[in-house]
């Protein structure tokens, strides 16, 4: 297991904290001047009005972008900031408190929660975080078969978490505002928790396939693409779309939600390459992982000569037993006299 030091954890976590907030304002802010202008005051075709907004979106994907490069770093930042889905998921299962948080910020910032803008960006951040955390965990590659499943689910798991995001967003908070009934529907609670836990599980499966987040990026940034150069005819697209998932999405295309999100994927598969070699290459993988070969109780023998046992006597006679004991000779016996 390859860990990340104290210093980079507490400094991605900084990091974060800091930029998310800014980040997500920024979103809002623009969002907020694009989803009037196409939906309130008509949009003519005029991109040049549309300069500034999408001059503040950008900013603030370039800064979401940093914090998921931090995850080279540690995971702990991107974890922790995703903790902080759970401020705006209260305000997704109980709108009552929506009247309080538009109290207490600008409107600017309140219209992009009501359009689960934050809560999307958060659980992606805490679910890559998360991922970052496992494949530094145990990097070793999951076979063909696993790559080719991760490539297929994550479309497709992503997908059906953004709509159900998308409907439990519309008949919530957005049907709470719009007719002054803050009582929760549980209906709407299953549809936001629902797609949670099929947006995390959509970018967890990214550690069976390093790639598997390129065609749900691709998809994204196409699809904001449409919605600025073809508004007329993206939105006869999703306006046919079913009651509330139509309402909802075209507004989390115009805050820049899907482009943030399409980038964030981006930025994040390279951010899992670098991770995964740093990992292999270090050589430190976890030994009780499972699969893991066992370790040696003691190390091996440094030199070829270490296990040998010891040389024989370089001397014939150094091996033979001692010999037997030579007493002295008897005296002479004593001759007789003359």
């Known amino acids: 297991m390859r860990r990340s030091s104290v210093p980079a ?11 998310t907030p800014i980040a997500l304002v920024l979103l809002s802010m623009g969002g907020m001047t694009m989803n009037r202008s196409f ?4 949009f003519d075709g005029d991109i040049g009005r549309l300069v500034g907004p999408l001059l503040l979106q950008s900013l603030a994907v370039v800064l979401l972008a940093l914090v998921v490069l931090s995850g080279i770093w540690s995971s702990a930042g991107l974890i922790v900031v995703g903790v902080f889905a759970l401020l705006p998921l209260i305000a997704a299962i109980v709108p009552g408190t929506l ?7 600008p409107q600017e910032w309140g219209d992009g929660l009501v359009y689960g803008i934050p809560l999307a ?3 992606a951040l805490g679910a890559m975080g998360l991922a970052l955390f496992l494949v530094r965990r145990d990097p070793r590659p999951r076979g063909v078969a696993l790559s080719v499943i991760g490539i297929v689910a994550a479309p497709v798991l992503l997908g059906a978490g ?10 919530g908070m957005l049907f709470a505002l719009q007719r002054f009934q803050f009582d929760p529907r549980p209906d709407a609670v299953a549809a936001v928790l629902a797609g949670i836990l099929l947006v995390f599980a959509g970018v967890l499966v990214s550690r069976w396939s390093p790639f598997a987040l390129i065609l749900p990026a691709l998809v994204l940034l196409v699809g904001s693409l449409l919605m600025l150069v073809a508004p007329e005819w993206a939105s006869r697209v999703l306006f046919a779309l079913p009651r509330g998932v139509n309402t909802v999405i075209p507004s989390q295309l115009l805050y820049g939600a899907a482009a943030a999100a399409g980038i964030l994927y981006l930025a994040f598969t390279a951010v899992l390459l670098r991770v995964r070699s740093q990992a ?8 009780h992982a499972p699969g893991a070969a066992a370790p040696y109780p003691y190390p091996p023998a440094q030199h070829p000569g270490a296990e040998a046992t010891y040389p024989p006597a370089p001397y014939p006679g150094a091996q033979a037993p001692y010999p037997p004991a030579q007493y002295p000779p008897a005296p002479h016996p004593p001759q007789p006299g003359p």
């Not at 939906?39 to 008509?42: A, D, I």
């Not at 009247?99 to 910020?105: D, E, G």
């Not at 159900?164 to 008949?171: D, F, N, Q």
């Not at 292999?280 to 030994?287: I, K, N, Q």
């Open 9 to 19: 954890r507490l400094l991605t976590i900084v990091i974060a904290l800091v930029i």
């Open 39 to 42: 939906f309130e005051f008509g």
């Open 99 to 105: 009247p309080l948080v538009f109290r207490a910020v």
């Open 121 to 123: 960006v958060l659980t």
């Open 162 to 171: 953004a709509w159900a995001l998308a409907w439990g967003t519309a008949e």
């Open 280 to 287: 292999r290459l270090s050589g430190t993988e976890d030994p």
